[in-house]
Structure formats: C-alpha cells, structure tokens
C-alpha cells in the first residue's frame, strides 16, 4: 500500500478519534460539573467558578480511563466508515490485504497512547491534585459528611507513644491532610487526648497541626492556633500509603517505586500504575485489532448490530479484565508487570488470531 492511501486512512482514523474525544470529553464535563454542583451547592463556601473549576481539572483524569473505550469506537467507527462508501472493497480488490489497511489505524492507536502516557497523564495528574485542593476549600469544615469507613488512616508510634491519624482528605500526595484528626493512645488503650487540625503538614520529624482544637479527659475543646505532633514517619512511607497513584505524573514514578523499595515498601500501587501506563498504547492497538474483527466484513445494507454490539462486549470485557487483574497487582497477588501487560498480551493475540483466520484461513 502506497504512501497517499496510508496517509488518507490515517488521517481519517485521526480525525473520528478527535471528535469521539472531543464529544466525550463535553459528556464527562457537563455530567461531572452538575453533579459536583449539586453536591455542594449547599456549602458556605460554593461558588459557580469554583466548581466549574474543579470539574475542568478532575474531567482530564476521568477521560484518562476512557481513552481504551475512544479507541475502541473511533476503529469501529473508521473501519465502518470505509466499508459504508466501499473503500474497503476497492482496497482489497487492488490486491491491499486487511493487514496493509489495518497498520494506519494501529499506528494511529499507538500514537493515541503515547499521546495519553505523555500530556494527558501528567495534565491529568496535576489537575486532580489541584481539584483536590479545590474542593477541600469548598467542603472545609464539613468533615463530619465523611463516613468513618471512607476516611484514610494511619497509625505512628513516636518516642512510645501510639498516635493514630485521620483525615477527611488527601493533598499534596500524601503530605498534607485536611480536616485531620489525631488520637493519642494511652498505656491502657484508651484515647488520652484529641487534636482536632483544619490542616495537618507533613514536616521533617513532626507533624505541623494548623488551627486546632484540643480535646483532654472529657473536657471542653481548647483552640490552638498551631501545634506539633512527634512523628518517625518519612515522606516515602505516608506517600505509598495515602497517596493516591493517579494523581503522581507518569514520568515521576519509576523514583517513587525506587525510594519507597529501598524503605522496604512494596509501592505495589506506584508500580501498577507505572506498568499500565506502559502497556496502555498497546492495549489501544490490541482495541483497534478487536475493533476490527467485527468491523471489516462488507455488508450491502450496513453493518450487523449484533457484530457491532459483540465488539462493544469484546472491548468492554478486555476493560474489566484488565481493572480485576490490576486490583490483584496492586493488593500484590500478583506481581504488577504481569497483571499490566497479560490482559494486553492476551487481547493482542485473539485480535491477531481472529484476523488471521478470517482474512488467511
């Protein structure tokens, strides 16, 4: 296949993943913005721009986790394309193979990928962590709305004494908590003292407590502008286990994983996420190779719904899959190099092997 045919079935793959993206992106964004004004706009602290600024920060992350389904439906949707106005039909007449017009729009899925792991993870990262910031800002003070079992805590034990730590929300990766709370544990077991912080910082061997109210032996809530809590904790440690995955850049977390191991953590989670990052453009071409085996037949009156919708259930079985094993990687049943890439490895060969048998015999 010559070069002109390549470029013009590449550009049209381009094109119908831009707009799948574009639409969808709109969807999440009006969806997540009426929902996240509905929730709050009852709080003191609400504002019109303040939502629709956390909406358009925390709307690249949720697209993150959809690019598989855009490339999925832009292949579907090219392939179908091309067969409606017989492009296909006359591509292969001219001696093209499947194979010849299938490598646009795999490239096309491996440059989407890389496109993804490179700008959107890292815009996407730092977006959350900012719409974090921001909708701490709206919520603070209403820490009480946090359910016990939703909140993330941790337990220290500094110069003998056992503190155990709360808090309504995570900034900063782990190194800032909002609305924390700090129970000190006595020798009998029992809550000695409450340190109640609107902001709680991660220092160099203390905790820095900001605006708090202590609570000691059932008595009235004392105000304290600052307080210190002692702390053994390094930053590595509070990072793999509070930090969320998503919200660390993809090119910073190969030095997470490195730092965190030679603490002796695991950073199953820091390198889960690393490894889907990696396998992520081929998990688009092995979509694009299902995308294919339901798309390219010809048929006179369009394509059959019930092909379309077994490519639909294809893709979205690969996408549960891929989210199971990667929940095993991250709890550590699985080492998280292959919980990334089997799903991937897997898809590519059922995508191939389909294709060779229609197309080969």
């Not at 939703?150 to 309504?168: C, E, L, M, S």
Request: charged share 15%; glycine share 8%.
């Amino acid at each position: 296949m010559g070069w002109t045919l390549g470029l013009y079935f590449f550009r049209r793959y381009a094109a119908i993943t831009a707009w799948f993206f574009i639409g969808i992106y709109a969807l999440v964004f009006l969806i997540d913005f009426t929902e996240f004004s509905s929730r709050t706009s009852g709080l003191p602290n609400f504002t019109f721009l303040m939502a629709l600024s956390v909406s358009a920060l925390r709307v690249p992350m949720i697209i993150q986790q959809t690019v598989p389904f855009v490339a999925l439906f832009a292949a579907m949707a090219t392939l179908i394309s091309l067969n409606r106005k017989y492009e296909l039909v006359i591509a292969r007449a001219a001696g093209i193979s499947a194979w010849q017009f299938l490598l646009p729009a795999c490239v096309g899925a491996l440059l989407f990928g890389i496109l993804t792991v490179g700008v959107l993870n890292p815009l996407a990262a730092h977006g959350l962590s900012r719409s974090q910031l921001l909708e701490t800002n709206i919520r603070s003070g209403s820490s009480n709305e946090v359910s016990a079992f939703d909140a993330p805590w941790i337990h220290q034990k500094a110069n003998g004494v056992d503190t155990i730590i709360g808090a309504r929300a995570i900034l900063n990766q782990g190194l800032e908590l909002s609305d924390a709370v700090f129970f000190t544990i006595d020798q009998k077991g029992e809550i000695a003292e409450r340190k109640d912080a609107k902001r709680a910082f991660l220092r160099d061997g203390y905790w820095e407590l900001v605006d708090v109210t202590l609570y000691r032996n059932g008595e009235r809530g004392e105000a304290l502008a600052s307080d210190r809590v002692p702390t053994n904790l390094r930053p590595e440690f509070v990072q793999e286990r509070l930090a969320e995955p998503e919200t660390i850049p993809f090119y910073k977390l190969p030095s997470k994983i490195e730092v965190a191991r030679s603490f002796g953590l695991r950073a199953n989670a820091f390198a889960m996420q690393f490894h889907s990052m990696m396998a992520l453009p081929l998990l688009l071409v092995a979509m694009t190779l299902i995308a294919a085996t339901v798309s390219m037949k010809f048929a006179r009156m369009g394509q059959s719904t019930t092909m379309i919708l077994g490519g639909v259930v294809a893709g979205f079985l690969l996408y549960v899959v891929s989210v199971l094993v990667k929940a095993f990687g991250n709890a550590g049943f699985v080492p998280p190099v292959v919980a990334a890439w089997f799903p991937v490895v897997v898809a590519m060969f059922f995508g191939v092997t389909f294709l060779l048998y229609r197309e080969d015999g």
